[in-house]
T-cell receptor, first 113, second 114 residues
Framework: GNSVTQMEGPVTLSEEAFLTINCTYT??????LFWYVQYPGEGLQLLLK?????DKGSNKGFEATYRKETTSFHLEKGSVQVSDSAVYFC????????????FGTGTRLLVSP | KAGVTQTPRYLIKTRGQQVTLSCSPI?????VSWYQQTPGQGLQFLFE???????NKGNFPGRFSGRQFSNSRSEMNVSTLELGDSALYLC?????????????FGSGTQLSVL
């Protein structure tokens, strides 16, 4: 079946540090890939997405590239801020026409001043 | 524009009871999905409704059911509650149904089963 594997957290960084959160997936065919972010006490928000191989999704300084050869979709940001502290979820959606996200376990990011 | 609204925010029930959770999607959105979030299992898909029809269902027992009304509002019901049903239940809406649709999530209903 389809699955998403994320690096264990928490990831603890100082402000302005470089961020990488690893995400790999297992799926048949060509899924769409997403990063969602969850701030404390809130629901998830879509951060970025990519729908085909070599696509790069980007938003708010975050970016991720759909790598089919390595089945990966790593999230990166060049300079994190305290306000980026949240839980980040990698997810995939099989392009069957149905809307069903398969999520990774989430990675908590803690950014200190 | 109001976001996705879930009520109630918190619920405490005892084993064997049943519970109904409500979700009001963003105005104009026709698709509503439900997810269960627990520390052990993470986020798991429950079901999706579009135009009052269930389009897809996750691997949950029949105790979990849902429905969608003509105004796109949705409810999910869990009967004969078990301790393991304690979770954050998240509802998400989107304009249309499809694998690449942007989902907008509510803040969730935190269900505790004692």
């Amino acid at each position: 079946g389809n699955s998403v594997t994320q690096m264990e957290g928490p990831v603890t960084l100082s402000e302005e540090a470089f961020l990488t959160i690893n995400c790999t997936y297992t799926a048949t065919g060509y899924p769409s890939l997403f990063w969602y972010v969850q701030y404390p006490g809130e629901g998830l928000q879509l951060l970025l997405k990519a729908t085909k191989a070599d696509d790069k999704g980007s938003n708010k300084g975050f970016e991720a590239t759909y790598r089919k050869e390595t089945t990966s979709f790593h999230l990166e940001k060049g300079s994190v801020q305290v306000s980026d502290s949240a839980v980040y979820f990698c997810a995939l959606s099989q392009n069957t026409g149905f809307q069903k996200l398969v999520f990774g376990t989430g990675t908590r990011l803690l950014v200190s001043p | 524009k109001a976001g996705v609204t879930q009520t109630p925010r918190y619920l405490i029930k005892t084993r064997g009871q049943q519970v109904t959770l409500s979700c009001s999607p963003i105005s104009g959105h026709r698709s509503v999905s439900w997810y269960q979030q627990t520390p052990g299992q993470g986020l798991q898909f429950l079901f999706e409704y579009f135009s009052e029809t269930q389009r897809n269902k996750g691997n949950f027992p029949g105790r979990f059911s849902g429905r969608q009304f003509s105004n796109s509002r949705s409810e999910m019901n869990v009967s004969t509650l078990e301790l393991g049903d304690s979770a954050l239940y998240l509802c998400a809406s989107s304009l249309d149904s499809g694998a690449n649709e942007k989902l907008f999530f509510g803040s969730g209903t935190q269900l505790s089963v004692l």
